[in-house]
């Protein structure tokens, strides 16, 4: 074979194989339990950075045996490289764009797509862009994937988020899934909940000035509804409501003072507030709005607890928003 048929040859190749891994993930086409999915996307909200870096490694060795994580070597770090399949010639590169303002991820993609391009071009034909930013990419960062993908006919280049990630989960077995978050959230969980496991909670969330015109609301009807939240969300704020009523009896211990318990109100109800205001949607607020509460223990025991005080909070119109108001 002569070497430009040679070249066609391994284009052709290059490009069906291109073809194939952009169709996939298919957007958030697989069913996931409600358990499971409540598990994953706090642990999105509770992982940033680092941290998330490594639940995608952990999520994509268990869905690709051949991906291959790339550390840091001395002065050559990673050469731009965070994890690598080479059955599928895919480059990843993860990112937490929280931590840079939009133009510097924007400068540092450059920098990052040249020296992979650089150091491993014959080995991959997709870069992979992966961010932990919940909401989804910045405009100017969606256009610079763009223009990249542009750069060459042999590299496609595309990002992946929560979804793209949240489909790669969803198909993994239950024993996957485990392994990287124990066991699924059920409603069993939620009949371990009682006054004193609450306790550690609640008395974390903060000593606030309470707000001495705040008034406590009847939660109007549709509430849930108004608030745009996930079947999964609104299934497992469903099983908070009914353990709500123990967040009332500790808040009403008589060694509890009045005060402390204002303060723990204003505390989630300021958290909230500020959530909103930095713009995120009502199911990613909910997320991380569960991922403060829960502090960091994402067992399923913490998980339940917290969805209790969450529901409690949200049921006296703390939080979230109300129908044709705020909450």
């Not at 074979?1 to 194939?20: I, N, P």
């Not at 990843?92 to 993609?109: E, G, N």
Request: aromatic letters at 10%; charged letters at 25%.
């Amino acid at each position: 074979m002569d070497a430009r048929r040679r070249r066609r040859t391994l284009a052709d190749a290059r490009s069906q194989t291109r073809s194939e891994w952009r169709a996939y993930p298919q957007g958030m086409a697989t069913p996931l339990a409600s358990g499971w999915e409540v598990k994953f996307r706090l642990a999105c909200a509770e992982r940033r950075g680092d941290a998330y870096q490594e639940l995608f490694a952990q999520v994509m060795e268990r869905r690709d045996p051949g991906f291959q994580r790339v550390r840091p070597w001395g002065n050559a770090g990673d050469r731009k490289n965070d994890g690598w399949s080479p059955a599928k010639r895919t480059l990843f590169q993860c990112y937490a764009p929280s931590t840079l303002t939009a133009a510097d991820l924007v400068a540092k993609l450059d920098d990052d797509y040249a020296g992979a391009i650089d150091y491993w071009e014959e080995y991959f034909d997709t870069w992979v862009f992966v961010h932990d930013d919940l909401q989804g990419m910045a405009p100017m960062v969606a256009k610079k994937i763009v223009e990249l993908d542009k750069k060459s006919d042999d590299v496609s280049c595309t990002a992946w988020g929560f979804a793209e990630l949240r489909e790669e989960f969803a198909q993994l077995h239950d024993a996957d899934r485990a392994a990287i978050l124990g066991p699924a959230l059920t409603p069993l969980d939620f009949l371990s909940v009682e006054a004193q496991t609450l306790k550690p909670l609640l008395d974390a969330l903060g000593h606030m000035a309470p707000d001495p015109a705040a008034a406590v609301a009847v939660v109007p009807p549709h509430k849930i509804q108004a608030n745009d939240l996930t079947p999964a969300q609104i299934d497992f704020l469903k099983l908070g409501a009914s353990r709500a009523p123990l967040v009332e009896q500790y808040l009403s211990q008589a060694y509890l003072l009045p005060s402390h318990a204002d303060e723990i109100a204003e505390a989630v109800s300021a958290h909230y507030k500020k959530l909103r205001a930095e713009g995120y949607a009502p199911a990613v607020t909910f997320d991380l709005l569960l991922a403060w509460v829960t502090g960091g223990a994402a067992d399923s025991s913490t998980v339940a607890n917290s969805l209790a005080i969450v529901a409690y909070f949200f049921e006296r119109c703390h939080i979230f928003e109300v129908p044709g108001g705020t909450g």
